[in-house]
């Protein structure tokens, strides 16, 4: 495990999300920041958008902007979902929402440049990270000074990822030791396994509102000034 200063942990200079929460993705909902996921990744098509700038077949992606578009495409093929054209009987993408970028037209058209290479959403070129099919909030008591932050983080994200989360609110986030209950936390694991369970299921079958209670990670200084 590499070290930054007293402290054992990913560089963070460096460090890549694995995990973006829906609302994350919401945030990004204009053409000069043009975020979508789709099948379970999330993807930045701010570049794509800043190339095409002005081109009609944007407007359909920029019009779902900050959305999940899974519904696009086919979970089997990961490619855009096909059916059969009514006009010339031939194999077509769907697209409900009007033809889009780098899907081919109807007919053949002189217009229609087909030298872009592979189609915006094959490959991994604009791909950020993996969308948080489940969510969960978690709070984080500063014992130091008493602050308090609720998160919503990804149920599968390592406590370093929610820890990267928390650094807006406190730069020394990694100067601290991570606790629940009395029991030194692995910052490898996610929360589940490190048994802060999610009984958000369990509220639900008791008729509970589970916003009423929001287990609690506490922080405790080690006195060694590593910031972030």
Request: glycine share 6%.
């Given at each position: 495990?590499?070290r930054r200063g007293l402290v054992p942990g990913?560089?963070?200079?460096?460090?890549?999300?694995?995990?973006?929460?829906?609302?994350?993705?919401?945030?990004?909902?204009?053409?000069?920041?043009?975020?979508?996921?789709?099948?379970?990744?999330?993807?930045?098509?701010?570049?794509?958008?800043?190339?095409?700038?002005?081109?009609?077949?944007?407007?359909?992606?920029?019009?779902?902007?900050?959305?999940?578009?899974?519904?696009?495409?086919?979970?089997?093929?990961?490619?855009?979902?096909?059916?059969?054209?009514?006009?010339?009987?031939?194999?077509?993408?769907?697209?409900?929402?009007?033809?889009?970028?780098?899907?081919?037209?109807?007919?053949?058209?002189?217009?229609?440049?087909?030298?872009?290479?592979?189609?915006?959403?094959?490959?991994?070129?604009?791909?950020?990270?993996?969308?948080?099919?489940?969510?969960?909030?978690?709070?984080?008591?500063?014992?130091?000074?008493?602050?308090?932050?609720?998160?919503?983080?990804?149920?599968?994200?390592?406590?370093?990822?929610?820890?990267?989360?928390?650094?807006?609110?406190?730069?020394?986030?990694?100067?601290?030791?991570?606790?629940?209950?009395?029991?030194?936390?692995?910052?490898?694991?996610?929360?589940?396994?490190?048994?802060?369970?999610?009984?958000?299921?369990e509220f639900d079958y008791l008729n509970m509102?589970?916003?009423?209670?929001?287990?609690?990670?506490?922080?405790?200084?080690?006195?060694?000034?590593?910031?972030?």
């Amino acid at each position: 495990m590499p070290r930054r200063g007293l402290v054992p942990g990913p560089d963070f200079e460096y460090f890549q999300r694995r995990y973006f929460t829906p609302a994350e993705v919401a945030q990004h909902n204009q053409p000069e920041d043009l975020w979508v996921s789709y099948l379970g990744n999330v993807y930045d098509l701010t570049p794509l958008a800043q190339e095409y700038k002005g081109d009609l077949l944007l407007k359909p992606i920029v019009e779902v902007a900050g959305q999940d578009v899974s519904h696009w495409f086919d979970p089997k093929t990961r490619d855009i979902r096909k059916h059969i054209d009514p006009v010339t009987g031939c194999l077509r993408y769907r697209t409900p929402r009007g033809r889009f970028l780098h899907v081919p037209p109807q007919l053949p058209r002189s217009d229609w440049a087909n030298d872009f290479g592979k189609p915006w959403w094959q490959g991994s070129r604009y791909e950020v990270g993996r969308l948080s099919a489940k969510t969960r909030n978690i709070r984080i008591i500063n014992t130091l000074t008493s602050q308090e932050h609720t998160l919503e983080v990804g149920a599968l994200e390592s406590m370093w990822e929610i820890l990267h989360r928390y650094l807006p609110y406190n730069a020394h986030a990694a100067s601290y030791t991570w606790k629940f209950e009395g029991k030194n936390l692995n910052m490898a694991q996610t929360l589940e396994e490190n048994g802060i369970r999610d009984e958000e299921e369990e509220f639900d079958y008791l008729n509970m509102d589970s916003t009423l209670y929001t287990p609690a990670v506490l922080l405790y200084f080690n006195d060694d000034l590593t910031e972030l």
